[in-house]
């Protein structure tokens, strides 16, 4: 059961442009929402996440967008570098202490041309 | 010591056998969780380990089990292996239990043949 739908499953993007990838979620409970890059050869590292009492968070050039009633968020890379080329996932869980687990997207294989 | 290291980094089994893979966490890490990745999937998780006791399971059968040790280390040991257990396994800790404070490791690859 795939509680975590992602899209789009690659994406390919010039440099400079904007990357956008969405993620729609079936739990009504889940109210952590992070996203983590992948490169080759490593784990998952945390870039951003979001609560659901907010809409939108910015860090740099990476910005979470929240739509709580349609169960949806997205995350933008603007001015999207080469350096950004990675498997992008989004995850869900409840609560974010002890017990807490991550529910994750299927992924987004993210190239960004130079 | 900072960081999670697991090992070995990769592995080739025959169905049928078992296998034991290992993670040292951070120092402080009172929290590992496991997960499963399936070549071009997303994480799945399997369980967690709070201060030495199993602290939440995901779907995964009984012949998947693990352990957890004071010197915040921990082992993922699989039964009976199936060829649909191919995937790297990744480990991930963190303090308290935080999802947000997870930090992963970088995964052990096992194959099974």
């Known amino acids: 059961q795939q509680q975590v739908k992602q899209s789009p499953q690659s994406l390919i993007v010039q440099k400079g442009g904007i990357s956008i990838i969405n993620c729609a979620y079936e739990?009504?409970?889940?109210?952590?929402f992070p996203w983590y890059q992948q490169f080759p050869g490593k784990g998952p590292a945390l870039l951003i996440a979001?609560?659901?009492?907010?809409s939108e968070k910015k860090e740099g050039r990476f910005t979470i967008s929240f739509n709580k009633s349609a169960k949806q968020f997205s995350l933008h890379i603007m001015d999207s570098q080469p350096g950004d080329s990675a498997t992008y996932f989004c995850?869900?869980?409840?609560?974010?202490?002890?017990?807490?687990?991550?529910?994750f997207g299927e992924g987004t294989q993210l190239t960004v041309n130079p | 010591e900072t960081g999670v290291t697991q090992s070995p980094t990769h592995l080739i089994k025959t169905r049928g056998q078992q296998v034991t893979l290992r993670c040292s966490s951070q120092?402080?890490?009172?929290?590992v969780s496991w997960y499963q990745q399936a070549l071009g999937q997303g994480p799945q998780f399997i369980f967690q380990?709070?201060?030495?006791?199993?602290?939440g399971r995901g779907n995964f059968p009984p012949r998947f089990s693990g352990l957890q040790f004071p010197n915040y280390s921990s082992e993922l040991n699989v039964n009976a292996l199936e060829l649909d257990d191919s995937a790297l396994y990744l480990c991930?800790?963190?303090?308290?239990?935080?999802?947000?404070?997870?930090?992963f490791g970088s995964g052990t690859r096992l194959t099974v043949v």
């Open positions: 991930a800790s963190s303090a308290g239990g935080v999802v947000s404070g997870y930090t």
């Open positions: 739990n009504t409970a889940f109210d952590y």
């Open positions: 979001i609560r659901p009492d907010v």
């Open positions: 995850a869900a869980s409840v609560g974010e202490t002890s017990g807490s687990r991550l529910t």
């Open positions: 120092s402080g890490h009172n929290t």
């Open positions: 380990y709070y201060r030495e006791e199993e602290n």
